[in-house]
């Protein structure tokens, strides 16, 4: 079991700066790869980023690269997602999650999630 808590949301100015964190409870957070994901109202969950175990693979969303950078320490049992350039389009509630498939994209892939925390981007 993975117990995973978002946050560092909140409302920015666009052009602004956020970054999230996720902290995840158990021994075993280094043993998966974490994605990021976001959701608006109405809409789709979708992967805004990727990152394996061991930080040697990254993926990003198209409507992201460039501005937003994932990353982890597994010694803290945190990964991180610094959200940079910021768009109103970019407002959506951001969740973290936990797979044990590497490169995984898909919803249903990942095993765990967190709460979500809001993301705001007044223009």
């Known amino acids: 079991q993975v117990r995973l808590v978002e946050s560092g949301g909140g409302l920015v100015q666009a052009g602004g700066s956020l970054r999230l964190s996720c902290a995840a409870s158990g021994r075993t957070f280094s043993t998966y790869h974490m994605g990021w994901f976001r959701q608006a109202p109405g809409k789709e969950r979708a992967i805004v980023a990727h990152?394996?175990?061991?930080?040697?693979?990254?993926y990003y969303a198209d409507s992201v690269k460039g501005r937003f950078t994932i990353s982890r320490d597994n010694a803290k049992n945190t990964v991180y997602l610094q959200m940079n350039s910021l768009k109103p389009e970019d407002t959506d509630i951001y969740y973290c999650?936990?797979?044990?498939?590497?490169?995984?994209?898909?919803?249903?892939?990942?095993?765990?999630w967190g709460q979500g925390t809001q993301v705001t981007v007044s223009s």
């Open positions: 999650a936990a797979s044990s498939q590497i490169g995984a994209s898909a919803l249903g892939q990942y095993a765990y």
């Open positions: 990152i394996s175990r061991g930080s040697g693979w990254t």
